[in-house]
């Protein structure tokens, strides 16, 4: 059996890249429409839930050509290491976004607070493709990047579930 050239794998993932995005802009047009159609029922908390789940699945359609995108690339020890040395680097903001989301808005921009909710929001995603990307590395320079890289975001959604957590759970005096 031969193996699928380089630029196919590319043009294939440039493909499944160019499908998912017709279908999210169109599941978003569709909820936007019926947005404007129906104003008061868009005001309520299980529209919003609805949008909540809508963003997740469409960051999940996103995810499958990516993992077949970093698989594809991890051939390529240069590339690879640049990528996962830009993984570990990204990986920092992670901490950064938590730690200006907790000082709270009394000493941050709003605009700077939902930035960094978006971020760590997007931090389950981001741990998953920081995931793939370690399994999937062959060289040993690739692997460590990736593996600091996974540590770091990692810990920081560990934090931010138990600062959530201890947030929520009442003080007994």
């Known amino acids: 059996m031969n193996p699928i050239p380089w630029r196919t794998q590319l043009w294939l993932i440039a493909l499944g890249y160019a499908v998912f995005f017709v279908v999210a802009a169109f599941l978003l047009f569709v909820d936007h429409l019926w947005e404007l159609n129906n104003p008061v029922d868009a005001s309520g908390g299980m529209h919003a839930f609805g949008d909540t789940a809508l963003y997740f699945f469409l960051a999940c359609l996103f995810m499958i050509p990516t ?18 040395k830009f993984l570990l680097g990204f990986s920092l903001s992670a901490p950064i976004c938590l730690s200006v989301f907790y000082i709270g808005e009394n000493y941050v921009a709003q605009s700077l607070g939902f930035i960094c909710l978006f971020r760590l929001l997007g931090s389950p995603f981001i741990l998953a493709g920081m995931g793939i ?5 062959r060289f040993d320079r690739a692997k460590r990047f990736a593996s600091y890289a996974l540590l770091i975001e990692g810990l920081t959604l560990g934090v931010a579930v138990a600062l959530v957590i201890h947030a929520a759970v009442p003080v007994r005096r």
């Not at 698989?71 to 240069?78: N, S």
């Open 133 to 137: 990307s370690r399994l999937v590395a």
């Open 67 to 84: 993992v077949f995108l970093i698989w594809a690339t991890a051939k390529f020890e240069t590339f690879y290491t640049a990528y996962s």
